[in-house]
């Protein structure tokens, strides 16, 4: 059973546009939701990071907007460029565990 | 380079054969992670060390795999017997527990293995 789903399973955009990637849990007791980027042959890295007690977090051009009530949350790229051409993963994790659980990725591609 | 360093980053096997995979967390680190990747999907996870306890391992876990940080620095994964579908990309990755969290999980460059 997929604890965290992914949405979309890849995403085409024009450079300058914005990408939008959407995830949705069902555990009420996840409290960390970290968004990670990961190129071919390299490990995933950590983007951006939410917690529940806040509706959204910017980081230059990266947004979490998080919805506690629907159980979601979704990953905005702003003036997305063929740099951000990746993989992107969704992630949650309990109040009680380090274990992350990943949603399934979203191939995102930038072109020019 | 300070990060996440995984040893070998390739390794090709045949079936029956046990191979070991090596991490070195950041340095400082006191959480080492394991997780699984296969092509198409989020890693999975496996396990997780503070300093040498083993604090959780996943269900999912065969017994042929074994996962040790006898230190609390460098861990080392061992998968006995492997199996075609054992192939796949290890990942490691390691945190620093402060103020009772440690969400900031640090990923190694993994490494993947093939088992024919």
């Known amino acids: 059973q997929q604890q965290v789903k992914q949405s979309p399973q890849s995403l085409i955009v024009q450079k300058g546009g914005i990408s939008i990637i959407n995830c949705a849990y069902e555990n009420t007791a996840f409290d960390y939701f970290p968004w990670y980027q990961q190129f071919p042959g390299k490990g995933p890295a950590l983007l951006i990071a939410i917690r529940p007690d806040v509706s959204e977090k910017k980081e230059g051009r990266f947004t979490i907007s998080f919805n506690k009530s629907a159980k979601q949350f979704s990953l905005h790229i702003m003036d997305s460029q063929p740099g951000d051409s990746a993989t992107y993963f969704c992630?949650?994790?309990?109040?009680?565990?380090?274990?992350?659980?990943f949603g399934t990725g979203t191939r995102l591609q930038v072109f020019p | 380079d300070t990060g996440v360093s995984q040893d070998p980053r390739h390794k090709i096997t045949k079936r029956g054969q046990n191979v070991t995979f090596r991490c070195d967390p950041i340095s400082e680190h006191n959480r080492l992670y394991w997780y699984r990747q296969t092509l198409g999907q989020g890693p999975e996870f496996l396990t997780y060390f503070q300093n040498e306890a083993q604090l959780e391992k996943s269900r999912l876990l065969s017994d042929r795999f074994s996962a040790e940080r006898p230190k609390g620095s460098f861990s080392t994964l061992e998968i006995q017997r492997t199996e075609q579908g054992d192939s796949a990309m290890y990942l490691c990755a390691s945190s620093l527990l402060k103020r009772g969290s440690s969400d900031t999980q640090y990923f190694g460059p993994g490494t993947r293995l093939t088992v024919l």
């Open positions: 992630a949650a994790k309990k109040w009680d565990t380090d274990k992350l659980i």
